[in-house]
């Protein structure tokens, strides 16, 4: 049997699904083949690439992709992790499952860079629990 294909989406590619992605290709090992990608593509965010360093990931070397590159893909899965990319992302034909993770975008916390960064910290531990929940869910 083949590795389960994940598609990890949000609207700008720069911070939750860079997490889930990073969270799921490490925890994961080698049973899925892992993608993000944004509407809007912009950069990874440096409060994202810090809030992972933490958890000993780098994040650094990712890019923010356009959904427009994984449209004729198949996967076993898409994944949304904003509340604007579930309501506008497009129908994928080739999705087996499509799941949506509200996670508040750490993008819009203000305050100094320390409160900001709780903000990251506190979307990338809600992605961790519920990687972990999503390959317990798929242990074959």
């Not at 309501?87 to 993770?101: A, D, K, M």
Request: aromatic share 8%; charged share 35%; hydrophobic share 35%.
């Amino acid at each position: 049997m083949g590795k389960i294909r994940v598609l990890f989406i949000c609207s700008r590619n720069s911070c939750r699904s860079q997490m889930a992605e990073a969270f799921l290709k490490k925890m994961g090992k080698d049973r899925f083949e892992v993608f993000s990608a944004g509407l809007e593509p912009t950069q990874v965010d440096p409060l994202a690439i810090k809030a992972m360093a933490e958890k000993g990931y780098d994040i650094s070397g990712q890019e923010a992709k356009s959904l427009d590159r994984y449209l004729k893909e198949r996967f076993g899965y898409l994944i949304t992790v904003c509340n604007r990319a579930n309501r506008l992302c497009p129908v994928f034909p080739g999705v087996s499952l499509r799941e949506h993770w509200p996670i508040k975008d750490p993008a819009e916390a203000v305050g100094s860079e320390e409160e900001r960064l709780n903000a990251y910290r506190e979307a990338r531990d809600e992605l961790e629990k519920r990687i972990k929940v999503f390959i317990d869910r798929n242990d074959t």
